[in-house]
């Protein structure tokens, strides 16, 4: 049995060297009752900002006890259902944290497509996306990542460690990401969201016309290198 000032002090070392720094905004996206909420916001101190979503009402009432208690004044809880918008402005975060939410967005399954659409549109030019993939095989971690992939992240970095699991310290996987910035790939991903919503007969011009618009603009910028 670990005591809470165990499992915090952990989350904290696991997130200071994922990268969270002081006044950054953190996004701690299906947090849970918040072993990582606090350990980030410790991390960010008062300049900064940790904003801590779940649809859990039980589990957020546990998180909010405690930031009652501390007279934590950076952390922002939202009971908010994230798999179809995540209530926060463009470009607004620099680090999103997405552990342990693959029991919930299974692979393969449009909610976690447009999960990661949200997280995506959510994040800054320079975030990193830090995941914690628990309940996964390695079919279902390899496709996380290719989606990962095709929705605009690129893995900068992954390897096993110790960390928090519902109320355990067990070894596990971390798969850092970076948002993808360059022109090709932006393209590359509205092209292919743009196919996947073709409908199987009576394309309407209007979406061919964006698709031939579409490639012209990846084939100008392969030729520039951009």
């Given at each position: ?24 905004t ?11 909420t ?50 926060l ?29 949200e ?37 900068e ?44 007969h ?25």
């Open positions: 049995m670990y005591s809470q000032e165990q499992l915090e002090r952990l989350a904290e070392k696991v997130l200071k060297e994922v990268g969270i720094e002081q006044s950054q953190v996004l701690d996206c299906c947090c849970g009752s918040g072993i990582y606090t350990a980030a916001a410790q991390l960010v101190g008062e300049k900064g900002l940790v904003y801590a979503v779940d649809t859990n009402g039980e589990k957020l009432k546990d998180l909010r006890r405690t930031v009652k208690s501390r007279k934590s004044k950076n952390i922002i809880i939202m009971e908010e259902n994230v798999e179809s918008k995540i209530p402005p463009n470009s607004s975060v620099d680090i999103v944290l997405l552990y342990d939410i693959f029991w919930y967005f299974r692979p393969k399954e449009n909610k976690l497509t447009r999960l990661l659409q997280v995506y549109r959510v994040a800054k030019s320079t975030a990193l996306i830090s995941v914690y993939p628990a309940h996964l095989d390695l079919h279902e971690l390899k496709h996380v990542k290719d989606e990962m992939e095709n929705k605009g992240f690129s893995l970095r992954e390897y096993s460690k110790q960390l928090v699991h519902e109320g355990r310290i067990e070894k596990g996987r971390l798969l850092n990401f970076k948002k993808t910035n360059n022109q090709v790939k932006k393209l590359e991903m509205r092209i292919a969201d743009l196919k996947n919503r073709l409908p199987a009576s394309v309407s011009p209007s979406m061919i016309e964006e698709l031939e618009d579409l490639e012209e603009k990846l084939a100008d910028a392969k030729m520039k290198g951009t």
